[in-house]
């Protein structure tokens, strides 16, 4: 099983054409601890090279909301009074530590895109 180090866009293309004929590939296996391998270092290649920066707050709040079908309405129990959830969907109002705690407990929200400014924080 040669395997080599993911070094240029050629290699990363490479690797991912490889993967897509290793999908089916049964786990024990020598072409699933292939896929294995192969899958590590994409994922190792892509973060150097593709970092993803974290949504904003609001943005991780509307998202998780649309994906679960919750309105504003069942925010309330995270963010209080109905009034005070509109406020911080429309960035008039940052998120409290409270707030943080509870969106990620209760949506699953990482902390650390909580805790970011939001889009319009950050230009003020």
Known sequence: MEIK???????????????????SAGK?????????????????YERKHFPM???DPIEAIRFSMEQKGL???DLVP???????VYEVLNGKRPLTLQMIR???????????????????????
Do not use: C
């Open 71 to 73: 309105t504003a309405k």
């Open 102 to 124: 509870r969106l990620h407990r209760e949506l699953g929200i990482p902390a650390e895109s909580l805790i970011r400014e939001t889009g319009e924080q950050r230009v003020a």
């Open 28 to 44: 024990g296996t020598r072409d699933g601890e292939r896929l294995d391998v192969l899958v590590t270092l994409i994922e190792a």
């Open 5 to 23: 180090p993911i070094k240029t866009k050629a290699d990363h293309r490479a690797a991912l054409k490889e993967i897509e004929g290793l999908m």
């Open 78 to 84: 995270m963010i209080g009074q109905i009034n005070r």
């Open 53 to 55: 920066e974290l949504p």
